[in-house]
């Protein structure tokens, strides 16, 4: 089993529709989760992090956790084709330090 | 916020050849800094972690000794492909925490080094 599991895609939404990306983790103790876009040949970018249980908004933005279904999804409301990336599940695990772990990314087209 | 650059941006060796990745924290202080590995299509891999003013340590399945990492300043992580070959034509990425001993887990990224072995 992948520690960091996440549906590679390609999603395909319209242009002002809303994009679901999903993400599962297997380390039940993980505290810290991150959603990274990475465009084409490009270094990963950070777009949210979250802690707790619920949802986190910013922006256009948001992040939902579930520790007990150790789930963690990302909402893109009003989806742009600037948007149309790949988004990185990372998740920082029950270790020492900053290492992360990170699912293979879900790539996101959003179409005119 | 947090910058972290990194230096080249890509490059093209001959088999047998090494080269060095530089990876810079612009505006803070990196004591940690993290070296990652990605293929074409697919995710992150962490590759090291580069600690400054000791040894890295190094992920299962890395060679320390062909992948070498210096870290001599609170701003400055190095990593040498040493004899590269043409499987190791990858994008290496550098990372650091924002913040010295933070332990979100929040990583800022450099910009990606495309090495190319002919």
């Known amino acids: 089993q992948k520690e960091v599991e996440q549906n590679s895609g390609p999603l395909s939404v319209p242009e002002g529709a809303i994009a679901s990306l999903n993400c599962t983790y297997s380390?039940?103790?993980?505290?810290?989760f991150f959603w990274y876009r990475q465009y084409s040949g490009k270094s990963p970018e950070l777009i949210m992090s979250?802690?707790?249980?619920g949802d986190k908004e910013d922006g256009r933005f948001t992040a939902q956790l579930n520790k007990a279904s150790q789930y963690v999804s990302l909402l893109i409301r009003d989806s742009q084709p600037s948007d149309s990336a790949t988004y990185l599940c990372?998740?920082?695990?029950?270790?020492?330090?900053?290492?992360?772990?990170f699912g293979t990314g879900t790539q996101l087209k959003v179409e005119l | 916020g947090a910058v972290v650059s990194q230096h080249p941006s890509w490059v093209i060796c001959k088999s047998g050849t090494s080269v060095k990745i530089e990876c810079r924290s612009l505006?803070?202080?990196?004591?940690?800094m993290f070296w990652y590995r990605q293929f074409p299509k697919q995710s992150l891999m962490l590759m090291a972690t580069?600690?400054?003013?000791?040894?890295?340590?190094?992920e299962q399945g890395v060679e320390k000794d062909k992948f070498l990492i210096n870290h001599a300043s609170l701003t400055l992580s190095t990593l040498t492909v040493t004899s590269a070959h043409p499987e190791d034509s990858s994008f290496y990425i550098c990372?650091?925490?924002?913040?010295?001993?933070?332990?979100?887990?929040?990583?800022?990224f450099g910009e990606g080094s495309r090495l190319t072995v002919l």
């Open positions: 979250i802690y707790s249980n």
């Open positions: 580069s600690n400054e003013g000791s040894k890295a340590t190094y």
């Open positions: 380390d039940r103790g993980s505290q810290s």
């Open positions: 990372s650091a925490p924002p913040k010295a001993g933070g332990g979100t887990g929040e990583l800022f």
């Open positions: 990372a998740v920082k695990g029950t270790g020492g330090g900053n290492k992360l772990t």
């Open positions: 505006d803070f202080q990196a004591t940690t």
